[in-house]
């Protein structure tokens, strides 16, 4: 099973600047297909998961441009380029490249300063 | 657009069975380019996924180590949902429940991503 693992578990941010998070995968998620499924979900309080970035960095339909996903291998990175008020939540980066299982991080608390 | 709407009861006995139903709106259970999943979430454990079902020409059945022996996820192509039954709860069963799209691809590109969820049933295991 592949273990996933983020950094920070929490990130406290001023409005309008910057936001970066770090997922590491405990094996390399390059699939055979020559594809790497490497998903970021958002959760706002109270709300399920909701679809960021797949295959590194491919944004979901409806997804602000402010969010970018970058990263191969073992190491993978979600950026905020300005957080706003909405974005606060708790972050997962995902793997499907190895399954079952498909396995998540732990999670990082976005909040604002 | 795609709904997934999920029911069934928030309070389960330890020992009895969980059961939820996750009724499809805009897309079929039977599609070819999606699998259909249950994933819970617990302060314990964060996210974890419980299990999918999907049909390729035939049906076909994926469950997490943890719950295999306790779970069973079934499709019900007449009224285009799926189930989630786990037996013999304990109380680190407590979790909320999603069901789940996995979008397998979309046209000729390959995707593998969790990209419809299911409102989420509270549920708690407890006499």
């Known amino acids: 099973e592949i273990v996933m693992t983020q950094t920070p578990l929490s990130s406290p941010v001023t409005l309008g600047q910057p936001a970066s998070i770090s997922c590491r995968s405990s094996q390399s998620l390059l699939h055979r297909d020559g594809n790497t499924y490497l998903s970021w979900l958002q959760q706002r309080p109270g709300q399920p998961p909701r679809l960021l970035i797949y295959?590194?960095?491919n944004r979901f339909s409806g997804v602000p441009d402010r969010f970018s996903g970058s990263g191969a291998g073992t190491d993978f990175t979600l950026k905020i380029s300005r957080v706003e008020a909405e974005d606060v939540g708790v972050y997962y980066c995902m793997q499907a490249t190895q399954f079952p299982p498909y396995t998540f991080g732990q999670g990082t608390k976005l909040e604002i300063k | 657009q795609v709904q997934l709407q999920q029911s069934g009861p928030g309070l389960v006995k330890p020992s009895q069975t969980l059961s939820l139903t996750c009724a499809i709106s805009g897309d079929s259970v039977s599609s070819s380019s999606a699998a259909w999943n249950w994933i819970r979430q617990s302060p314990l454990r964060g996210l974890e996924w419980l299990g999918r079902t999907y049909y390729r020409s035939k049906w076909y059945n994926d469950y997490a180590v943890s719950v295999k022996s306790r779970i069973s996820i079934n499709p019900d192509t007449s009224k285009n949902q799926f189930s989630l039954q786990l037996n013999s709860v304990t109380h680190e069963d407590t979790a909320v429940y999603y069901c789940?799209?996995?979008?397998?691809?979309?046209?000729?590109?390959?995707?593998?991503?969790?990209?419809?969820w299911g409102q989420g049933t509270m549920v708690t295991v407890s006499s």
């Open positions: 295959k590194i960095s």
């Open positions: 789940v799209r996995v979008v397998v691809r979309i046209g000729p590109a390959a995707i593998h991503a969790f990209d419809m």
